[in-house]
């Protein structure tokens, strides 16, 4: 009898342990549409998104092992806080520091992608990975070889086991959980995101009056609410250093040259440098090539010469009513979610 | 016993529906081995990997280092005219010059008499876009690669490959005189562009049908005369043209390299 408080303490204690338990568990949530998006593209129901799917995919794309020399991961050139880019880099550098002739994308809403990368080459999110790790001036390796490294780790068998039930290390099923880590990494909790799902405060006037002029003027192609109507455009940088052809590398058609995926504006403020090659540093730079510095070719997007006028026309209170806006897009809690990081594994 | 019965009867009477809704019946009876051989040939000699020199219709010398094509979808039709479609999940295959084992396809099919036989030369634009889980064998992008047969950039197997040496061929980076023929292009996933997937038939009477049947392994001895490449309706010249990738003027190739299949005889 005297020993009855012990035992409902324990039992207690029992209760809260397990309570605590199923509180992790529940607090993988899987992946969820926000409620301002549209359905996403990736197929779902090709790839169950599963808590121990996402770790073994966040840990792959934090794996050095994927490259030549174990030393370059995705996450080099993908890093968290700026917002999945390789921040500081115009065009990315990979193994032996070698130059890529790209700028690194975001990763982000990535379910929502029906292409990828600048010319949309790839069209499944599950054959991304291959692309990087096989590329000579990114990772350098071979799919069998990094399979063959995953199979001899110590730990990557049983997580393996637990993501897919048996300890078999396949490439399909490496893409699956990289994409699932992908897939998970969506950036919709901006202040934008909160005024339009009526969650905060609303815009400022100057932050409205930037939203009006950006859907009058920009909208037709970072259209919402990823800011991206997913096709491929030229919207009048010129030619680059290396005369990269864009989308028409991809298709062959001679309209898509020098036409690029049209990106996302969201998170611009961790994603510097801008376009394709990384050419422009900063914001003004961006809105001094749409209002002043557009180039005339044959592929440029019609909305971009209406009139026969080049470029948008865009005052420097509207600029700077633009760059508020702008502001709004930017989305702290994806940079600091601690369920992407490197360390939170 | 009379349910188990009617149930017999409705699955037979099932069975019989999801048979008649295949567009060919398929010929019944128990299946074997047929065997189809790719021998890979140029001109009037047999291809020497390497070591063979060999001379265009342009007048240019050059040795093949590298061969490799895709071989898929394959159907064989009876003397009767009833085709039997290899279930596609076991009909993709990589043959290899480097590889003797490669150019020997396996397929079961039913005992038959079979008069033709069809084939893809390249990979289905469906099972090139295919989720990746259902991608196995020679179609596993991530060995695929490997064996570098798979573009990562613009996802999409390259169906045929060809390179050599050629004094013909300008000094690559590396140093070489190289001339590389990259083959591919299923038509685009979300814009159309170029599509080299072609569809050979190939009438087996003259050179002798294939009598499949169990206990032995009928084998189609196809040559593969892979000068085609060069000499077709386009001449092909290797100093013109050293590279041929993912580009337009790969569409005369492949136009050039689809007559390139004979039937020499059949082994019963």
Same mark, same amino acid.
């Given at each position: 009898? #005297?020993h ?33 998006? !549209? ?13 121990a799917?996402?770790e ?5 794309f ?11 991961s ?20 990979g ?8 700028n ?9 992608? &029906? ?7 790839v069209?499944?999110?599950?054959? *991304? ?19 063959e $490294?995953?199979?001899?780790?110590? *730990? ?31 950036s ?5 995101? %909160? ?12 932050? &409205? ?7 009058? #003027? ?9 800011? +991206? ?10 030619? =680059? ?58 592929t440029?997007?019609?909305?971009? $010469?209406?009139?026969?006028?080049? !470029? ?30 490197e *360390?939170? *594994? | 016993?009379?349910?188990i ?23 019944t ?7 189809? &051989? ?6 009037? $000699?047999?291809?020497?990997?390497? +070591? ?6 342009? =007048?240019? &010398? ?9 071989? %898929? ?6 003397t ?6 290899v ?26 008499d079979?008069?033709?036989? +069809? ?23 991530? %060995? ?16 045929f #490959?060809?390179? !050599? ?9 590396? =140093? ?28 087996? +009477? ?14 189609i ?5 892979v ?19 993912f580009?337009d003027?790969?569409?005369l ?16």
């Amino acid at each position: 009898m #005297k020993h009855r408080p012990i035992l409902v303490g324990a039992l207690l204690v029992v209760v809260i342990y397990g309570c605590s338990k199923a509180d992790d568990v529940m607090s993988f949530m899987g992946f969820r549409k926000p409620a301002n998006f !549209g359905a996403p593209v990736y197929k779902l129901e090709n790839n169950d998104i599963t808590q121990a799917g996402f770790e073994l995919g966040r840990k792959l794309f934090y794996e050095p092992r994927l490259s030549r020399n174990n030393t370059i991961s995705c996450g080099d050139c993908h890093i968290q806080t700026s917002a999945f880019t390789h921040h500081g880099h115009d065009v990315s550098h990979g193994i032996d520091d070698r130059l890529g002739s790209r700028n690194s994308p975001p990763i982000m809403n990535m379910a929502w992608s &029906q292409t990828f990368m600048w010319d949309g080459g790839v069209f499944d999110l599950d054959l *991304q990975p291959i692309v990087p790790i096989t590329n000579p001036v990114e990772m350098d390796e071979t799919m069998a070889n990094v399979l063959e $490294k995953l199979r001899a780790h110590p *730990q990557y068998p049983a997580l393996f086991k637990k993501a897919f039930g048996t300890s078999e290390i396949t490439g399909p099923r490496m893409m699956k959980a990289m994409s699932q880590f992908m897939v998970m990494l969506v950036s919709a909790n901006s202040r934008y995101d %909160s005024v339009v799902r009526q969650q905060g405060p609303a815009f400022t006037p100057d932050e &409205q009056a930037g939203y009006v002029i950006f859907k009058s #003027k920009c909208s037709n192609c970072h259209q919402e609410p990823l800011f +991206t109507d997913n096709s491929f455009r030229n919207n009048g940088i010129g030619v =680059g250093y290396n005369d990269d052809q864009g989308r028409y590398t991809t298709t062959l058609n001679p309209a898509d040259k020098y036409c690029f995926k049209v990106p996302s504006l969201r998170n611009l403020a961790y994603t510097a440098p801008y376009m394709h090659d990384g050419r422009l540093l900063t914001l003004d730079a961006v809105l001094d090539h749409y209002t002043h510095e557009m180039q005339d070719m044959p592929t440029l997007d019609p909305l971009l $010469k209406q009139n026969s006028t080049l !470029g948008i026309a865009v005052t420097t209170t509207e600029r700077g009513l633009l760059l508020s806006f702008l502001n709004t897009l930017n989305d702290k809690h994806f940079i600091t979610d601690k369920r992407f990081s490197e *360390q939170a *594994q | 016993m009379k349910r188990i019965l009617t149930l017999i009867g409705i699955a037979t009477f099932i069975m019989a529906c999801s048979k008649e809704s295949n567009p060919a019946p398929a010929p019944t009876g128990e299946k074997a081995t047929l065997s189809i &051989q790719f021998d890979n040939i140029i001109g009037s $000699k047999n291809l020497q990997l390497n +070591t063979g020199n060999y001379t265009n219709a342009a =007048g240019e &010398q050059f040795s093949i280092s590298k061969l490799q094509y895709y071989i %898929s979808n394959i159907r064989v039709k009876t003397t009767a005219g009833v085709e039997f479609v290899v279930p596609q999940d076991s009909s993709y295959f990589l043959v290899n010059e480097a590889e003797p084992a490669s150019q020997f396809l396996k397929v079961r099919v039913p005992e038959g008499d079979y008069a033709t036989l +069809t084939f893809v030369l390249g990979v289905d634009s469906l099972r090139s876009t295919m989720d990746i889980s259902k991608r196995t064998g020679a179609l596993d992008p991530s %060995s695929g690669m490997d064996a570098g047969m798979y573009w990562g950039w613009n996802s999409g197997y390259i169906f045929f #490959k060809m390179e !050599g040496l050629s004094a013909a061929a300008p000094v690559d980076p590396s =140093g070489q005189n190289k001339f590389r023929y990259h083959i591919g292009g299923f038509g685009g996933y979300s814009a159309p562009t170029l599509n080299n997937i072609k569809t050979i038939v190939i009438d087996l +009477t003259a050179g002798g049908i294939a009598r499949v049947r169990k206990g032995r392994e009928a084998n189609i001895h196809i040559m593969t005369d892979v000068m085609k490449l060069f000499n077709g309706g386009t001449m092909v010249s290797i100093a013109a043209h050293p590279t041929v990738m993912f580009s337009d003027y790969s569409v005369l190739i492949a136009n050039n390299y689809t007559s390139m299949f004979t039937h020499d005889h059949t082994e019963n």
